[in-house]
């Protein structure tokens, strides 16, 4: 714990609420793997193809422009606009077609820095603590879209040369853990999240749903720490 960072908590405040609707909750998650499998289909096959074939024509005519063409400067950097677009579009398809929680938790977030493109520019590492358990599916969703916009956000903004997520299996509870050595997080960001952006607030958004603990330290130049909790009660198949 960083006693010298600033640091932010959140805890559920409807914990015994949420047991009784379990089984309602595991029929509304199959509902929206679904929906998100329909929506990633239609993106890819109608925005996302046609975008990269208008994106395909753009540079076609732009390589038939003279070198010395005023236009052909501002052409191309129209042309690299379009294709970070065209990768933040992929990203998200690839991100509503699966979960990527139905095999292995921790085999899904090694399969993260890959997917951002990420190389091997930033040491990192998955640590699991404990004998696996089997988290109910309701509870290992969220905990993979929690731990992935961490991870996102750790990996895009941090500047950190070491990322970590540690996943921690005891009697008592589930923890998911994730740490950079980055430039930490502005203090009112962490407070409030920032406009525009899903991040924090979402995060515990989540954790609400799932009767589950986010807990938040950063400092600056000496990184960020995430912390989630689930009782096992809640966490674990039974």
């Not at 930033?122 to 509870?139: A, M, T």
């Not at 995060?203 to 909790?229: D, F, N, P």
């Amino acid at each position: 714990m960083r006693l010298d960072g600033l640091s932010l908590s959140y805890r559920s405040p409807n914990l015994c609420g949420f047991l009784p609707m379990l089984e309602e909750m595991q029929a509304r998650l199959e509902e929206r793997r679904a929906e998100r499998k329909r929506i990633a289909q239609d993106l890819h096959d109608t925005v996302l193809q046609e975008f990269m074939g208008a994106s395909l024509q753009l540079q076609v005519a732009v390589d038939q422009l003279p070198a010395n063409s005023p236009v052909k400067l501002r052409l191309n950097r129209v042309v690299e606009m379009m294709g970070r677009v065209a990768e933040g579009v992929r990203l998200a398809v690839c991100g509503l077609r699966s979960s990527n929680t139905d095999g292995d938790l921790a085999e899904a977030f090694a399969r993260i820095p890959k997917d951002l493109g990420t190389g091997d520019q930033i040491e990192f590492r998955v640590l699991v603590l404990g004998s696996p358990k089997r988290l109910n599916p309701v509870v290992r969703d969220e905990v993979y879209r929690i731990g992935h916009e961490a991870l996102v956000n750790a990996f895009r903004h941090s500047r950190a040369t070491r990322i970590e997520v540690e996943l921690q299996y005891t009697s008592a509870r589930f923890r998911l853990v994730v740490r950079d050595d980055g430039c930490g997080i502005d203090p009112e960001v962490l407070r409030s999240g920032r406009d525009g952006h899903w991040g924090l607030p979402g995060m515990r958004e989540r954790a609400e749903r799932i009767g589950a603990r986010v807990r938040v330290w950063s400092r600056r130049a000496a990184g960020t720490e995430l912390e989630l909790a689930i009782p096992a009660r809640v966490a674990f198949e039974r």
